[in-house]
Each structure stands twice: as structure tokens, then as C-alpha cells.
């Protein structure tokens, strides 16, 4: 018998979309998971459990070998910068990072304000275009930002653009595509590796 | 900035604490003998080296080295890695004196942290290096010495991932247009962002034989099953012949169990040149420690002969180490001031049984009763019984 796999998944809606898959790929899973507040779920048939973590603490989960593999947004991972193994695209939870602002706006000369959840992506992005910027980092509710005057863009994740169009902003740049990854932790890549390469090619069977 | 508290340490910075400075002793002492046994001499180097030489070489990221300038205006860096200073001395004095080396060291590195608290600035690091020997039993022998290390530990689950850096730059190289793209895949597998290295692959707009044949290769080399497989990416098959070779003797010797190749293997030490491996341990979410052959380490110190070792992390390595009771009698004897000189006689009898015997003063105690419960034995001599 092989030894029982952790797996992060972020809680929420990739969730749903996530585990669909996993059913897709042939795992035997319960059809419906009560995602009231448990954070942890035995699977014995697989072998499996799932831990449910915030999308944004997935990879510090997988980073520190407590969960062997997880799921995580691309932008998370941008962000965060963590020693994880990026082993697959799963192409769901398709979006991507943008700055944005008020329509027929410049950036201001001197120091121009961003404002993110995303404060290491928007200033490598910065960086890399040669633009110095004072980056402002908010926990939500960005778009609000440039319509009260705290900066001249915000970098953000963009899916439909509704959010944006609702508050009167406009996309300028398109920073990078997103979309949920299959992780795995380093160690867990080599002790676990016979497992880990089944899912993964069992995911990728039925990556769309 | 808020001002430095009084018990603040620098960013990454620790105390070693009795229990954990017992635990790192016992592991280096396991490391000190199974490598003198093997014939490897210790040796130490300095903690500051100047920053031109082995800062520079060292292949640690410039922002993670720790610089200073000394009185005369020459930066120096807290050594990064033992590596490259054990090549300094090498190549300066120790090869003209025995050939092929084998040295060894059990000391800190400093790498500066940029990363949120929680990861050390300083650590330990014990290793070996066989330098001034090309052939494919030193590079066994640096295998097969980590594999004892690790059985000597008493890790049972551990593995060894060998890869090689000539035979993987040869395919990127072959398969990419330019010397950026190559760099760029590299990254990308030092990163082990496969997800990536596609999206590269499909970006970079090669001819599709080019591009099909990386993907294959990426497809085939994470689920290797031989290493014969790889040949087909490959013009010159000498790389491969290493590798087989290596794998027939590390089979021969009865360890295959503890290694896997994988061809993808890639480290940001690009100072390797040849096969190069990372070492992985249950309970522990990061590697323990890796090695390779460096010849190309020695070509910077104007060496042709070739060097091969590895170094494991020791913090890491104590999260992996079996747990065990330490199983020693620490006896405490009481007693009252007229009793001082009865007290270091009755200790000294005592020690020479092997027991770690502390002499306190009753008068010298706040609080008798929870000073006494941190030992397995208390001698009050004014009672003249053991409790």
C-alpha cells in the first residue's frame, strides 16, 4: 500500500472546478463534498486528503512538504515566489493579471501610484518596463483606488472585466495570464514520485 | 523603523539552544566518522574571504551574500558555500602535496535572506569534495559516501536524483535556436516549472522538430525508465556512457534503491559540469543536500583536474534524523556551605561512573524544588540519601 498523499486545494470556487476534474480523471471521489467548514477530507478508497487552505496559502502548504501537492493560481504563485514544482496547467480558473485605471489617464510623472493585492508581480512589472512606481497595497476592493484619487492604476487579476467596467476603469497593460497549476513540494516530487506522475498524467488527460 | 529590541537578532540569525546543540554534535560526529574512515581529511577555512575571488565564483546570488568592506577598502563576504573556498586552497597549495584530494569540513555558510523570517541567514553545512580525479568512481564514491552517510544517520527513507549537467545543456543547446533560450529553459528547470518550460518552448516559435523534440524530451525525462532512453536526444553519447556507467556501479554495489535518474535536474550552482545530484529525505519539505561534479569551479581557479563532492544542510538534516532519547544520567548534589569539599569528592566519584554531575550550592537556589526537576538524580548531602 502506498502512502497517503496530501493535497491542498484552495477553498472556493476553483475548488468545485478542481475537484470536477479529479472525478474526470478517473479518481473515486464522493460526488458531493460538504464544503460546510471542514478543512480536512479523508478520501481511504484513494488514499487521499484534502486540506482546504485560502488559494493564497496553497503553495506555503506544498512549500513546506505538510501537503505533497496542491493546486494554486498562476498569480499566486507570480507572487509569492515559493520553491514549489510547477507540474501542470490545468486551464481552469482563466484569467489574467492587468493594470487598470480611469479612462484617458497618464501615469504621473514623478512617482506614479499603483495600487495591488499583487505587490511583488506589479513591481517586477514595473521593473521590467523601466518605470519607477510606488506601490500601495491593498487587501481588496483595489478598483476603488483610482476613483478616489490613492492611485493611477491598480494591478489586479481581470477575468470578465465586469468588475473593472462597473467602476469606470479601463484595462491598460496585460501583465500575465492566469490560471490554476497543479504543485507539487520538492521532496514529495522525488519520495512520492510514482504517484505524483500518475495524477499528473491522469489530469492531463482531461486538461481542456 | 522601529527601534532594534534589546534581545532582537539580525534577520536570519539563530541561538542554538542545549537540546539542539547536542543534536547538531551528534550528527556531525556521525559525519566526521564516516568520512575520516572513507580517507577524507577535514579542514577549515576562514569565514571571510574577499568578495573578487570566492565571492564571485561562488555561484550564491550576489543579493544573498553578506559584504563588508576591511581597512583597506577590499570587500570581503562571509563565506557562502564551502565549496568554492576549499577549491581556493586546493588549487593554491594542497594539490601539489597529494593528488587526488580528499577533504572534507563540517562548518557554517551565510546567505542572506530576502524571503519573510523563519528561513537562516547562517547554517550548517558538512560535506566532502574528492578533487583532482576525472574518472567515474570518484563521482560513484561521492554517491556512495552520501548514501552510507544517510544509512548511518539511520534515515530510512531517503533518495538520491541524479541528473547531468553536460548531457542536458547539449540538448537545450541543440534544440534552441540561440544561447538566450537555452538560459531561459534552464531557469525554468532549475525552478522545475515544467507548466513554464512548455509555454516557453511554444513561445520561442522554433521549427517544430525543435520544439517536439524538447517537449518529448521533458515528457520522457520526468518519467525516465532508462537512462538508454536519452540517447535519442542526444549527439554525442558520452555524457549518456557516464551516466550508464555510474548507474552499472552504484547497481553493482547494491544501492540502486536509493537513487533515481532524471536528466531534467538542474541547479542554480552552475558551476557543475558534469552529473550532479540533489539529495531527499522523508519529513523534512526540502532537499537535504546535493553535489555534483564542478569542473568547471576549478577552470575559474586555473585547474584542469577536475573536481566532484556534496554537502548536506545540517538544520535540515536534524528534521530527518530519527528521534532518540538521549540516554544519559545528569545527577544534581546538594549541599549546605560546610559541605562544599564533601560534595566535589562525592561528584568526582561520580563522574568517573559516567554521570554528568552538577554541584550546586542550597544556599545559591531560588527555587529548590524546579531547579531539581531538570535532573534524573538529586544527592541532597545534609539528607545523605538519593531521592
Known amino acids: 500500500m502506498s502512502s497517503e498523499l496530501t493535497i491542498a486545494m484552495p477553498k472556493g470556487r476553483i475548488f468545485e472546478e478542481a475537484y470536477q476534474m479529479l472525478i474526470e480523471a478517473g479518481f473515486k471521489l464522493p460526488e458531493e463534498v460538504e464544503m460546510s467548514r471542514k478543512l480536512m477530507i479523508e478520501i481511504p478508497e484513494e488514499n487521499i486528503r484534502f486540506i482546504l487552505a485560502k488559494p493564497m496559502d496553497v503553495p506555503v502548504y506544498v512549500e513546506h512538504g505538510v501537503a505533497d501537492i496542491g493546486i494554486a493560481g498562476k498569480d499566486v504563485l507570480m507572487e509569492q515566489q515559493r520553491n514549489v514544482h510547477e507540474l501542470l496547467d490545468l486551464k481552469i480558473s482563466k484569467c489574467h493579471i492587468a493594470s487598470a485605471g480611469l479612462p484617458n489617464t497618464e501615469m504621473d510623472e514623478i512617482a506614479p ?96 | 523603523m522601529s527601534a532594534i529590541k534589546k534581545f532582537e537578532k539580525p534577520i536570519g540569525m539563530r541561538d542554538t539552544f542545549p537540546g539542539i546543540y547536542e543534536k547538531i554534535e551528534r550528527a556531525k560526529r556521525i559525519g566526521r566518522e564516516v568520512f575520516r574512515s572513507r580517507g577524507f581529511d577535514f579542514i577549515e577555512t576562514p569565514t571571510l574571504e574577499y568578495y573578487d575571488t570566492v565571492g564571485k565564483a561562488s555561484a550564491i546570488s550576489d543579493a544573498s551574500l553578506f559584504k563588508l568592506v576591511d581597512s583597506q577598502g577590499n570587500t570581503l563576504v562571509l563565506r557562502p558555500d564551502m565549496t568554492t573556498p576549499i577549491t581556493r586552497v586546493a588549487t593554491s597549495k594542497l594539490l601539489k602535496e597529494k593528488i587526488p584530494l580528499r577533504l572534507a569540513y563540517a562548518a557554517n555558510v551565510f546567505r542572506a535572506q530576502q524571503m519573510e523570517g523563519g528561513r537562516p541567514a547562517e547554517f550548517g553545512q558538512m560535506g566532502i569534495e574528492i578533487i583532482g580525479d576525472k574518472t567515474v568512481f570518484a563521482d560513484a564514491e561521492v554517491l556512495i559516501t552520501a548514501i552510507e552517510l544517510m544509512k548511518e544517520f539511520g534515515i530510512e527513507s531517503f533518495k538520491l536524483t541524479i541528473g547531468h549537467a553536460g548531457v542536458l545543456h547539449d540538448i537545450l543547446n541543440d534544440y534552441t535556436d540561440h544561447e538566450e533560450q537555452r538560459e531561459i529553459l534552464r531557469t ?70 536509493y537513487v533515481s535518474f532524471d536528466f531534467t535536474l538542474s541547479s542554480h550552482m552552475n558551476y557543475y559540469t558534469g552529473m550532479l545530484f540533489e539529495i531527499f529525505a522523508s519529513g523534512s519539505g526540502f532537499p537535504l543536500g546535493n553535489g555534483g561534479r564542478y569542473d568547471g569551479l576549478l577552470h575559474l581557479f586555473g585547474s584542469d583536474v577536475g573536481a566532484t563532492g556534496f554537502s548536506i544542510r545540517i538544520d535540515r538534516l536534524l528534521e530527518v534524523l ?66
Open chain 1, 113 to 208: 501610484r499603483i495600487a495591488t493585492k499583487y505587490p511583488n508581480i506589479a513591481m517586477n512589472y514595473y521593473k521590467g518596463i523601466g518605470e519607477q512606481v510606488e506601490i500601495i497595497e491593498l487587501n481588496g476592493s483595489v478598483e476603488l483606488a483610482p476613483m478616489i484619487g490613492l492611485a493611477d492604476r491598480i494591478v489586479d487579476i481581470v477575468s470578465t472585466g465586469r468588475t473593472l467596467k462597473e467602476n469606470g476603469l479601463v484595462e491598460y497593460e496585460h501583465i500575465a495570464d492566469v490560471s490554476s497549476r497543479l504543485i507539487a513540494n520538492p521532496v514529495s516530487y522525488r519520495m512520492k514520485n510514482e504517484r505524483i506522475q500518475e495524477i499528473v498524467s491522469r489530469l492531463k488527460k482531461v486538461v481542456k
Open chain 2, 188 to 257: 525554468l528547470l532549475v525552478e522545475r516549472n515544467y507548466v513554464g518550460f512548455e509555454e516557453a518552448v511554444h513561445e520561442f516559435g522554433l521549427p517544430a522538430t525543435k520544439a517536439n523534440a524538447l517537449l518529448e524530451f521533458i515528457s520522457e525525462a520526468t518519467n525516465l525508465a532508462s537512462i538508454e532512453d536519452m540517447e535519442k536526444y542526444v549527439r554525442k553519447n558520452d555524457g549518456i556512457e557516464y551516466m550508464k556507467q555510474l548507474s552499472k556501479l552504484i547497481n553493482a554495489y547494491g544501492l540502486s534503491q
Open chain 2, 322 to 387: 530519527p528521534k532518540e532519547e538521549l540516554k544519559e544520567e545528569t545527577v544534581c548534589v546538594l549541599f549546605d556551605d560546610e559541605d562544599f569539599i564533601k560534595a566535589l569528592e562525592l561528584a568526582s566519584t561520580l563522574r568517573r561512573q559516567g554521570a554528568r554531575v552538577t554541584v550546586q550550592s542550597k544556599r545559591g537556589l531560588i527555587n529548590k524544588e524546579a531547579f531539581t526537576k531538570l535532573f534524573s538524580r538529586v544527592v541532597d548531602l545534609s539528607q545523605e540519601e538519593t531521592q
